[in-house]
T-cell receptor
Framework: ETGVTQTPRHLVMGMTNKKSLKCEQHLGHNAMYWYKQSAKKPLELMFVYNFKEQTENNSVPSRFSPECPNSSHLFLHLHTLQPEDSALYLC?????????????FGPGTRLTVT | AQTVTQSQPEMSVQEAETVTLSCTYDTSESDYYLFWYKQPPSRQMILVIRQEAYKQQNATENRFSVNFQKAAKSFSLKISDSQLGDAAMYFCAYFGGSQGNLIFGKGTKLSVKP
């Protein structure tokens, strides 16, 4: 396991539910990311936070709401999701957003929307 | 827009043999980074190797090496002396200076036969 943890590892939710994904990094990094990994599709960047400030929102629907209360924690709040939102959601962190700094990934949350 | 293409959805290699995974990309930038990531069945993505576009020398990390052909926009990964633990999804990724975030290919699933 790297220093990036994600909870829960699996989540099943109905379309009317509200749930949150949590990511925590113990690496002292300043940048954190949310990615969506769907079957047969490339990994898609959703959000980037750098020093707790959101620097990237990759045209993500508003039913996904990120929150970064501090540099160590990142949340993804979910509400009124669609079945096509079922995917593996990966969190990552890096020292900075510069590509010279490696991104460390968490194990992911497998989300199923019913 | 930049794109990353991995034309081999699946590959197979005999243990101790050598295998090459292909990746091509499209960009108009001259300064960028290229990466290979490995995602084992446990799902935690890890960085295998990185190449800076301005460096002519191909990157090497133990049994992993790349063949970077900038003019052809090709970035293949060679795994020598394949081991059972090399079995995983391998993702090629691009990071461009102006774009500022990782763009991933769809991945290649590598199987290693004992």
């Amino acid at each position: 396991e790297t220093g990036v943890t994600q909870t829960p590892r699996h989540l099943v939710m109905g379309m009317t539910n509200k749930k949150s994904l949590k990511c925590e990094q113990h690496l002292g990094h300043n940048a954190m990311y949310w990615y969506k990994q769907s079957a047969k599709k490339p990994l898609e960047l959703m959000f980037v936070y750098n020093f707790k400030e959101q620097t990237e929102n990759n045209s993500v629907p508003s039913r996904f709401s990120p929150e970064c209360p501090n540099s160590s924690h990142l949340f993804l709040h979910l509400h009124t999701l669609q079945p096509e939102d079922s995917a593996l959601y990966l969190c990552a962190s890096s020292q900075e957003t510069d590509p010279n700094y490696e991104q460390y990934f968490g194990p992911g949350t497998r989300l199923t929307v019913t | 827009a930049q794109t990353v293409t991995q034309s081999q959805p699946e590959m197979s290699v005999q243990e101790a043999e050598t295998v090459t995974l292909s990746c091509t990309y499209d960009t108009s930038e001259s300064d960028y980074y290229l990466f290979w990531y490995k995602q084992p069945p446990s799902r935690q993505m890890i960085l295998v190797i990185r190449q800076e576009a301005y460096k002519q020398q191909n990157a090497t990390e133990n049994r992993f090496s790349v063949n970077f052909q900038k003019a052809a926009k090709s970035f293949s990964l060679k795994i020598s002396d394949s081991q059972l633990g090399d079995a995983a999804m391998y993702f090629c990724a691009y990071f461009g200076g102006s774009q500022g975030n990782l763009i991933f290919g769809k991945g290649t699933k590598l199987s290693v036969k004992p």
